[in-house]
């Protein structure tokens, strides 16, 4: 039986960059970045696959969903699990 608690899934988050690009009001626009997270919610290290606790991103961070998409399939195979 699969035991989805342990699933690891591909999420989403937006954060404001320093030195990011401003929209017509002259507001800074946020930016999407995309993590994996295992069952509990807790972001994944993409250097050692193992729950990450601090608060760098680059750590754990992927700019581009392709990139955590690849990364989250390695994870799967890793521990035996299939993408539906």
Do not use: D, H, W
Request: glycine share 8%.
């Amino acid at each position: 039986m699969l035991n989805l608690f342990n699933m690891y899934k591909v999420e989403s988050n937006q954060y404001l960059p320093l030195k990011g690009p401003s929209g017509p009001s002259g507001l800074p626009l946020f930016s999407t970045y995309y993590y994996v997270a295992n069952g509990t919610g807790q972001k994944i290290s993409k250097n050692t696959g193992k729950p990450y606790r601090g608060k760098q991103m680059r750590e754990y961070a992927f700019y581009s969903e392709a990139e955590a998409q690849t990364f989250l399939n390695q994870l799967n195979k890793s521990t035996n699990f299939e993408q539906p």
